[in-house]
């Protein structure tokens, strides 16, 4: 069993949850919860969430790029190590998914942050925190699209020693 792979794809798996949980809760509970509180009220309440959910954003942010690359790498290894080729149609939906995690990570960090250059962004927080779960799902689908493209290359099959048995049937 790859003990390292399975863990790589445990932590990024639970980077997902943790990151997608959030901006579904956030978009479809908290944000209807909170559009009749008073506008100082929810300012600090945002802030007070903020605090604690930019670190989490933060580390799980981290934790998807650092296990996404190690695991992009060690399926492009396992091809070349087989002296394969990955199918043209995984590059172009990795690339896909790369460039939408990345739209993703940005547009969940402006929403969480505090910088006053986003602040136009979070005025129409409802709108693009669900442009953002559009997103998540989207990346989501594409995973799984890419796991059904490569799950391992195939090995090559050992062969039977010839016995006298079987050279008599071929």
């Known amino acids: ?8 794809r445990w932590l990024h798996i639970g980077a997902v949850i943790a990151a997608a949980g959030g901006a579904v809760f956030a978009r479809f509970v908290l944000m209807p919860a909170v ?28 934790i998807l790029l ?7 790498f060690l399926t492009r ?4 190590d087989d002296q394969q080729k990955l199918p043209p149609l995984y590059n172009i939906l990795f ?18 942050g505090r910088s006053a250059v986003f602040d136009k962004l979070r005025s ?10 559009l997103l998540l799902l989207v990346i989501v689908c594409i995973s799984g699209v890419l796991r ?15 016995t006298p048995a079987v050279a008599a049937v071929r």
Request: net charge positive.
């Open 124 to 133: 129409r927080a409802k709108f693009w925190a669900g442009v953002n779960v």
């Open 95 to 112: 690339g896909i998914k790369f460039i939408l995690a990345f739209i993703v990570f940005f547009l969940a960090s402006a929403l969480a």
């Open 148 to 162: 059904s493209t490569h799950v391992h290359p195939p090995a090559a099959l050992p062969l039977a020693p010839v």
């Open 35 to 62: 559009s009749s509180l008073a506008a100082d009220q929810r300012q600090a309440l945002h802030e007070r969430i903020r605090s604690r959910w930019s670190k989490i954003l933060s580390g799980a942010i981290l």
């Open 66 to 72: 650092v296990t996404g690359l190690i695991n992009f």
């Open 1 to 8: 069993m790859d003990w390292v792979g399975l863990v790589l």
């Open 77 to 80: 290894q396992l091809f070349l």
